[in-house]
């Protein structure tokens, strides 16, 4: 498996641990928040920070019927319906390019995750390095190809795919020409617990696909994982 290249910084087997910080909803609303949060990154040593690109039109529907409505006993049930908790949590797309350019006055790469086709051409207007996409969009099929269309190193997490769909979708970026596929061990729990996180699955993708990989971390407190074999302890924490 060859090295990848982000920003400045290589990540693959003998290079140091490549950690990304998770911006997503944390801004509450406040741009200056946000800007707060990509130097509180910056001074807790991430690589790189990552936002999330789409509004709540893009991702959902406006709508009252119970699959869109949040369920009770959820953390976000007081937002009652997906569109509502979506339309509170998106980062406004006029923020990310002045987001994007904050991190890199730092040193520090800030891309992001995109939910559908037009985030995607929005971000590669604004020359984002690389794509994350999140678990929940492992099938979403037509939204990979774009991605991969770019032929920029992309994070790929696995939370609620079986070993059929992480195949189609690293299929999928190979035929459009993307080589460069980080596999993102992930625990679709919030937060998981440490008995479900299952590293050994980590060196496991690594070998089925002949991709890097790294863990997509949801557990409380320090997560630290070593493989048994010398040449590979250090790995990617994303």
């Not at 520090?108 to 985030?119: G, L």
């Amino acid at each position: 498996m060859k090295n990848i290249q982000i920003g400045n910084k290589i990540l693959g087997s003998g290079n140091p641990t490549f950690i990304i910080a998770e911006m997503s909803a944390n801004h509450g609303g406040s741009l200056e928040k946000a800007i707060e949060i990509v130097h509180a990154a910056h001074l807790c040593g991430a690589d790189a920070l990552k936002l999330q690109t789409y509004r709540a039109d893009t991702i959902t529907l406006n709508c009252k019927k119970e699959d869109f409505q949040i369920q009770s006993e959820n953390p976000w049930e007081a937002h009652k319906t997906l569109f509502s908790l979506y339309e509170k949590a998106f980062t406004p797309w006029e923020w990310q390019e002045l987001l994007i350019k904050e991190g890199q006055k730092l040193g520090m790469e800030v891309f992001s995750s995109p939910f559908d086709c037009t985030a995607v051409e929005f971000l590669e207007d604004l020359k984002v390095v690389a794509y994350k996409i999140a678990s929940p969009e492992i099938t979403d099929i037509p939204l990979i190809k774009k991605i991969g269309t770019t032929h920029k190193p992309v994070f790929l997490s696995t939370g609620v795919a079986t070993l059929e769909d992480i195949d189609l979708a690293v299929r999928t970026l190979r035929n459009e020409g993307c080589t460069e596929i980080i596999l993102l061990k992930c625990t679709t729990a919030y937060p998981a617990p440490p008995e479900e996180i299952n590293l050994r699955t980590i060196p496991h993708m690594a070998e089925t696909f002949k991709c890097l990989t790294g863990i997509s971390d949801h557990t409380k407190g320090c997560l630290l994982y070593t493989s048994p074999s010398p040449r590979d302890k250090r790995q990617s924490r994303m």
